[in-house]
């Protein structure tokens, strides 16, 4: 890559270009255009200096994130926060392997993500039936 072509890529980029289209005009390998910019601060996508950042709050209480280049963008200032937020949204989840039962302590019905062999809805319910002569609490 000659240093003309590193120059393009710089001002491209500052354009708002992404790395596909940078690789077509400048006849390079979009891996290599992405490579480059990821060594250069270059990555992610360009921001114009004169807009807000946008989405840059906690969707759960609204506080301002700083952000850390290089790393994988924050939507939560803190683990209370996305898990309030994430409680408040089960529509949002995209969850596939979500299992229905009928728990063998209480005998309430309970539902499981990713385990399609549970048996209690809770570890609470198992020792007690376990532990405790296999009767059911209340």
Known sequence: MTDEQRRQIRQLRSD????TTIAKKL??????????CRRNGLAGRPVDANEPPA????????????QTPGQKRKIF??????????????????????????????K??????????????????????RFKGGAAHE
């Open 108 to 129: 309430k019905p309970f539902t499981a993500y990713g385990n399609a062999h549970r048996k209690y809805c809770s570890h609470e319910c198992y020792i007690k039936t």
């Open 77 to 106: 200032c803190c683990r209370q926060c996305r898990e309030e937020w994430w409680h408040a949204h089960p529509d949002r989840i995209r969850q596939r392997a979500i299992y229905t039962f009928i728990c063998a302590g209480c």
């Open 27 to 36: 006849a390079i390998s979009r891996n290599t255009i992405r490579s480059f």
């Open 16 to 19: 708002g270009c992404g790395y």
């Open 55 to 66: 989405g840059n709050f906690c969707r759960q209480c609204q506080k301002e994130l700083r």
